[in-house]
């Protein structure tokens, strides 16, 4: 597989001019052939590699934005909607899923996601919190850990990473050592654990990552990390952070009373909605 020159350095392509810095996104390539539909404000970013054999989007973003994803997909990248061969979410949650349905082409996710999404799983893909409709979404293919996409000029392999939630994937090029990390590493920061998530898995999945070789990550908010040893860095911070916040809420609760302790009511069955 052919090396990338050493000297690439990511640019800066456009700046949404039409649908503005709430709506809209900021256009960056990244690396040959792998452009960054960077969010500034609510939802994810996209990321989208164009391939010798195939044009894949990880992730289709909050679908407030779609406007303006088409916008500077066809003015800038010069391609539309259906020259996207397939589609990966890297989890369940609203801002990563919600403008899939302005896709034609099939729509990948690991199996843990997949479920939750055609099932409309409200309490964990959370649309209707934000007004948005997440009912009768289809997953095509359902990915399992390991799993290869070969896009011809670039290879991903599906890397399981619960924590953030049970359904969370990475996306990793092997040869290229990068790594498009969802919602499951972040440069200075921890990722949110919600329902259908673990922190104990959460710290499992970082520890795994731990053990690849990874020379830049690409968050889905945030910066870019770049540079081995500065990923690295990152990792190891986000794992003893995460210990210690597991700690210390295991030491709060262990430090109560069990006088009045009861099992805690089922989480789709509360007396008061807190969706």
């Known amino acids: 597989m052919p090396q990338e020159s050493k000297e690439f350095e990511p640019r800066l392509i ?20 792998v452009y960054q539909f960077y969010s500034r404000t609510a939802g994810c970013h996209i990321f989208l590699i164009i391939g010798d054999d195939l ?8 679908i407030t934005k779609f406007n303006s994803f ?3 997909l066809t003015t800038e990248i010069g391609l539309k909607v259906e020259d996207i061969g ?6 369940e949650h609203f801002d990563h899923i919600s403008a899939n349905a302005y896709f034609h082409c099939p729509i990948a996710a690991h199996r843990w996601a997949a479920v939750k999404i055609q099932h409309s799983d409200e309490l964990i893909t959370k649309g209707k919190k934000w007004g948005i409709d997440l009912t009768d979404m289809k997953i095509n293919l359902w990915l399992e850990d390991r799993n290869i996409i070969d896009l011809g000029n670039t290879m991903l392999k599906v890397i399981e990473t619960p924590g953030h939630t049970s359904g969370c994937i990475c996306l990793y090029e092997p040869y290229k050592n990068y790594l498009f990390s969802g919602d499951m590493l972040f440069k200075g920061t ?34 870019s990390v ?30 109560k009373s069990l006088g009045k302790a009861r099992p805690p009511p089922s989480l789709y069955n509360r007396e008061k909605e807190d969706l």
């Open 14 to 33: 456009k700046e949404d001019d039409m649908y503005g810095e709430l709506e809209g996104y900021r256009l960056n390539l990244l690396r040959p052939n």
């Open 55 to 62: 044009n894949v989007l990880i992730d289709t973003g909050i």
């Open 70 to 72: 088409n916008y500077l």
């Open 86 to 91: 397939l589609v990966i979410n890297t989890h």
């Open 190 to 223: 921890l990722s949110n654990i919600y329902e259908s998530g673990s922190i104990s898995e959460y710290i499992d999945s970082l520890e795994l990552l731990d053990t690849l070789k990874i020379n830049t990550f690409y968050p889905s908010h945030g910066h």
């Open 226 to 255: 770049i540079g081995a040893d500065l990923v690295a860095q990152e990792i190891k911070t986000s794992i003893e952070n995460a210990k210690n916040a597991l700690h210390t809420f295991v030491n709060r609760i262990k430090s």
